[in-house]
Structure formats: structure tokens, C-alpha cells
């Protein structure tokens, strides 16, 4: 990590940038007292994440046929009637 009052910073910003880009952290600071960080940001995944749980779970083809009609009933809120 390095420590760079603003002035620097502006007089060789793409300095700094590179050296960022190689990982390190470069504390902005007025006056030396530090104010902001200019850090390397995380890569990438290199391969997409998978959504909520799914660990090579599958779904039945049941899942897509229609509901039965007393649950369709059920969320129209006439369970009672026939």
C-alpha cells in the first residue's frame, strides 16, 4: 500500500493506475491524512453462478402440468365452494 496526496495523484494518475492494476492499494490523502482508497477490483467468474440452491437438481415435468382445479379454487379463495 502507498500513501499519495491528491496533487500527486493528479500529476501521475495512470502511474498509480498501473500499479493498482498490478494489486496494490494506493491511499489518497489531504494534507496526509488519508481520505480514499484506489484498490484493484475483484475478477470475474470464469463461469456463471448458479441461481438459489441448485447443485445439479432437476425439476419433474410435473412441476409444468396444470394445477388440479380445488387448488386453483383454493387461491381464488373459494375453497368452500364446489
Do not use: Q
Not at 9 to 24: C, D, P, Q, W
Not at 61 to 82: H, I, M, T, Y
Amino acid at each position: 500500500m502507498i500513501k499519495v496526496n491528491i496533487a500527486e495523484a493528479r500529476a501521475g494518475l495512470s502511474r498509480y493506475l498501473a500499479r493498482v492494476e498490478r494489486g496494490e492499494t494506493v491511499t489518497l490523502c489531504r494534507r496526509n491524512v488519508p481520505i480514499a482508497e484506489i484498490r484493484p477490483l475483484r475478477a470475474a467468474p470464469e463461469r456463471e453462478r448458479p441461481i438459489g440452491i441448485d447443485r445439479g437438481m432437476t425439476v419433474p415435468a410435473s412441476f409444468f402440468e396444470p394445477l388440479p382445479d380445488e387448488v386453483l379454487r383454493a387461491f381464488e379463495g373459494a375453497a368452500g365452494e364446489p
